[in-house]
T-cell receptor, first 112, second 113 residues
Framework: DQQVKQNSPSLSVQEGRISILNCDYT??????FLWYKKYPAEGPTFLIS?????DKNEDGRFTVFLNKSAKHLSLHIVPSQPGDSAVYFC???????????FGAGTILRVKS | NAGVMQNPRHLVRRRGQEARLRCSPM?????VYWYRQLPEEGLKFMVY????????ESGMPKERFSAEFPKEGPSILRIQQVVRGDSAAYFC???????????FGEGSRLTVL
């Protein structure tokens, strides 16, 4: 039972363009959503989060959008840089930051 | 300034042996979480511990797996009588409280032959 789904296993984007990573969830009790970034042989690192009371949160080149009615969130990276190439995990919880439920991840490749 | 420290980074065991994975949380963090990542999958929650207490072990298999976080020393994830299906990356995360951001270690990769 996948409560958090990332339907695109991979995404390839040209340097300087926008990267859009998508995530869908099924559990209406989720009220806090996070994106983590993971390089090979390293642990995930926190990128950005959003509470269900908001529909947008921005941090530098990274913006997360939340559409509660559609149970959908997306991460926008603009402009994309080669160093952004990594696996991006969407995660959700019903208690902020606790017992996160992760998606399967999307591999982002930014080509220079 | 050490982050979450996990060891060993790589562990090879034969079927039936025991695996012990250790996790030292970040300084000042008293909440520890263990996650498992199977190949081609996301991280799956296993257990949430505070010092000397298991708070939530709903993601932990009922048999062969146990976890502890003693008053002194690292948190330990113990897998008895390992099977090939236990081969995975095991990630530990810590946080300063129950609602804080999780900081992950680099993971321990278990291979069962």
């Amino acid at each position: 039972d996948q409560q958090v789904k990332q339907n695109s296993p991979s995404l390839s984007v040209q340097e300087g363009r926008i990267s859009i990573l998508n995530c869908d969830y099924t559990n209406s009790m989720f009220d806090y959503f996070l994106w983590y970034k993971k390089y090979p042989a390293e642990g995930p690192t926190f990128l950005i989060s959003i509470s269900s009371i908001k529909d947008k949160n921005e941090d530098g080149r990274f913006t997360v959008f939340l559409n509660k009615s559609a149970k959908h969130l997306s991460l926008h990276i603009v402009p994309s840089q080669p160093g952004d190439s990594a696996v991006y995990f969407c995660a959700a919880s019903d208690i902020r930051g606790n017992k996160l439920v992760f998606g399967a991840g999307t591999i982002l490749r930014v080509k220079s | 300034n050490a982050g979450v420290m996990q060891n060993p980074r790589h562990l090879v065991r034969r079927r039936g042996q025991e695996a012990r994975l250790r996790c030292s949380p970040m300084k000042g963090h008293s909440h520890v979480y263990w996650y498992r990542q199977l190949p081609e999958e996301g991280l799956k929650f296993m257990v949430y511990l505070q010092k000397e207490n298991i708070i939530d072990e709903s993601g932990m298999p009922k048999e062969r797996f146990s976890a502890e976080f003693p008053k002194e020393g690292p948190s330990i994830l113990r897998i008895q009588q390992v099977v090939r299906g236990d081969s995975a990356a095991y990630f530990c995360a810590s946080s300063p409280d129950s609602t804080g951001e999780l900081f992950f270690g680099e993971g321990s990769r278990l291979t069962v032959l």
